[in-house]
């Protein structure tokens, strides 16, 4: 069974930073893409980062400059690094992948169980 699995949450106050990390597990043939999508209490899920295969990455406006996503490749893993972490930033974070079981397989999505940030004032 194909599936991701997050760590790195937890509560950090203003200013400081978290990292993320999301493995997928099981057999795949390739990862396409992997990023994390962030909701907060009463409002939509929205990008946070994601990076293709080709390394093409794309930001959520308020993440730029503040948080890197990065991956390894031989891990399955991916990587979010948050910095200047700010009370806004509140919210459980999804990991998503985007992979191909077969050579000849669709592609599907896979989602994560979320990982809680907090960020204290």
């Known amino acids: 069974q194909v599936q991701l699995v997050e760590s790195g949450g937890g509560l950090v106050q203003a200013g400081g930073s978290l990292r993320l990390s999301c493995v997928v597990s099981?057999?795949?043939?390739?990862?396409?893409?992997m990023g994390w999508y962030r909701q907060a209490p009463g409002k939509q899920r929205e990008l946070v980062a994601r990076l293709t295969s080709v390394g093409s990455t794309n930001y959520g406006d308020s993440m730029k400059g503040r948080f890197t996503i990065s991956r390894d490749n031989a891990k399955n893993t991916a990587y979010l690094q948050m910095n200047s972490l700010k009370p806004e930033d509140t919210a459980v974070y999804y990991c998503n992948a985007v992979v191909r079981l077969r050579p000849t397989s669709s592609e599907y999505q896979l989602w994560g169980q979320g990982t809680q940030v907090t960020v204290s004032s």
């Open positions: 099981g057999s795949i043939f390739t990862i396409n893409a």
